[in-house]
C-alpha cells in the first residue's frame, strides 16, 4: 500500500538525538528547544516564539494568554480538526461553529461579519452572544491544509467587534498570506509537529506572534507559571513545554522546511493537473491570497460514491482516506451553537485523501494518478 502521508526522517534527525543524549539535557531546557523556537520564528516572520508540547497544547496556552476563559465563546469553524475545539473547550469556554467558504475551505469573513452583526450585542467594550448571553472573547481561524484564511478581512471585523485573532496554523508552516509570514497576521499563531504534519518533532508545538510580551507570557504559561528560580508561581500554569529530544528532531526538520513544502507543492500541482477535467472531481481550493504549504492533496468527488471511491483506491494499494469530520457533528459539540454550515456539510463527507509523503517517488505518483484514472473511469 502507498501510504498516505509517513514523516520523512532521513536528514540530521539521529545525530541531533545523539547530541541531545549526550549532553544530558533531555527535558524542556537545551539548546535545541532554544534553535527550534528561532528558527520558528524566521519561518513564519515572527518576532518572539514559545515551543510546546503539542499542537493542542499550544491552542490552548494562546487562547488563554489573550484572555479566554470560563464561559466564554470562541468562533471557529466546524471544519477543523477535533483539538480546535477541545482546546476551547479545555480554557472551559464554548465553540461557537461557523461554516467555511467554498473557495479556501477555510473560516468565511462574510459570515462571520453576519453572524456578529445579527447575532450579538454590544455590552461595554464587548460583544455577548443573544441566544445564549455568552461574552465572545476570540475567533480562531483554521489555517486549512495549510492554507491561510483571507485575514485582511477577517481581521478588520475582529477589530470592529474587540476580539483577539488566534489562528490554528497547524499545518501551515512555510505558506504565506499575499506574499507575508504568517507572524503578522494574527496575534498568536499556533503550529503543530505532530507526526502527520509536513514538519514534525514526533510530537509537539510552537505560538508565534510578533508581540514579544504575549509570546512571553505564553511560554510562562506553558512551564508552571514559574517566577525567578524558586518554587514560586504567579498563576495556575500547565506543563506544556516541548523536550529537548522533540526539539532535536524538530531542528533537523526544520532544515528541510523549504525542500518538504515545496515536495508537497509539486504533489498538488501533479494531482490537480492529472485530474483536472475529469468528471465528477474537483480540486483542492487555491485561493489567490494563499501560498498554500499543501499539507495534504486529494480530490473532491460525488456524496453518492466518496466511500466507493476510497474502498477501491485501497484495493488497488492506494491509501485513499476521507478527511474531518466536523466538530459540530461530534458528540462532544452536539449542543456547541452553530450557524448554518451548508458548505462544510455538503463538502467534508465527498473528500478522498490522497498519498503525498514528502518522499513520495515518481513511480508511486504516477500509480496513484493511474488508480485514480481507473477508479474514476468505471
Ligand atoms: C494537527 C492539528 C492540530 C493539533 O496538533 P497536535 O500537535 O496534534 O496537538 C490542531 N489543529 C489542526 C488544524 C491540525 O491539523
Wanted: glycine share 8%; hydrophobic share 45%.
Amino acid at each position: 500500500m502507498i501510504p498516505l502521508a509517513v514523516p520523512n526522517i532521513s536528514g540530521n534527525e539521529a545525530a541531533y538525538l545523539m547530541e541531545c543524549v549526550a549532553s544530558t539535557y533531555v527535558s524542556s531546557v537545551g539548546s535545541f528547544v532554544s534553535r527550534l523556537e528561532e528558527t520558528t520564528a524566521r519561518a513564519t516572520n515572527s518576532s518572539a516564539c514559545a515551543a510546546t508540547s503539542s499542537g493542542t497544547a499550544g491552542l490552548h496556552v494562546a487562547l488563554t494568554a489573550v484572555g479566554v476563559g470560563p464561559g466564554d465563546l470562541v468562533i471557529l469553524p466546524s471544519f477543523t480538526f477535533i483539538a480546535s475545539a477541545n482546546a476551547v473547550s479545555h480554557c472551559h469556554a464554548t465553540p461557537w461553529f461557523v461554516d467555511i467558504a467554498e473557495d479556501s475551505w477555510c473560516l468565511d469573513p462574510v459570515r462571520l461579519s453576519e453572524l456578529l452583526r445579527r447575532q450579538t450585542f454590544r455590552a461595554g467594550d464587548h460583544w455577548v452572544h443573544k441566544d445564549s448571553g455568552l461574552r465572545v472573547a476570540a475567533v480562531m481561524p483554521i489555517y486549512t491544509l495549510g492554507t491561510p484564511a483571507d485575514m485582511e478581512p477577517i481581521g478588520v471585523i475582529a477589530d470592529e467587534f474587540c476580539l483577539p485573532v488566534v489562528a490554528d496554523a497547524a499545518a501551515a508552516i512555510g505558506a504565506t498570506y499575499r506574499g507575508r509570514g504568517l507572524g503578522g497576521l494574527a496575534r498568536l499563531s499556533v503550529i503543530s509537529f505532530n507526526g502527520n504534519k509536513t514538519v514534525t518533532a514526533g510530537g509537539g508545538g510552537a505560538v508565534a506572534g510578533n508581540d514579544v510580551d504575549l509570546v512571553g507570557l505564553v511560554r510562562h504559561l506553558t512551564t508552571t507559571a514559574r517566577v525567578g528560580v524558586d518554587y514560586d508561581h504567579d498563576r495556575v500554569g500547565y506543563n506544556y513545554r516541548m523536550t529537548n529530544l522533540q526539539a532535536a528532531v524538530g531542528c533537523a526538520q526544520l532544515e528541510r522546511l523549504n525542500e518538504f513544502v515545496a515536495a508537497k507543492r509539486r504533489i498538488r500541482s501533479r494531482y490537480d493537473r492529472a485530474f483536472a477535467g475529469i468528471p465528477g472531481v474537483t480540486a483542492f481550493p487555491q485561493p489567490a491570497w494563499a501560498e498554500s504549504a499543501c499539507w495534504f492533496s486529494g480530490i473532491v468527488v460525488g456524496s453518492d460514491n466518496a466511500d466507493t471511491v476510497r474502498t477501491d483506491l485501497r484495493a488497488k494499494g492506494v491509501d485513499a482516506r476521507p478527511f474531518w469530520k466536523p466538530a459540530h457533528m461530534q458528540p462532544p459539540y452536539a449542543r456547541a451553537p452553530r450557524d448554518h454550515m451548508p458548505v462544510t456539510e455538503t463538502l467534508w463527507s465527498r473528500i478522498v485523501t490522497l498519498p503525498c509523503s514528502t518522499g513520495l517517488t515518481k513511480a508511486d505518483q504516477d500509480y496513484v494518478v493511474s488508480a485514480v484514472l481507473d477508479v474514476m473511469a468505471r
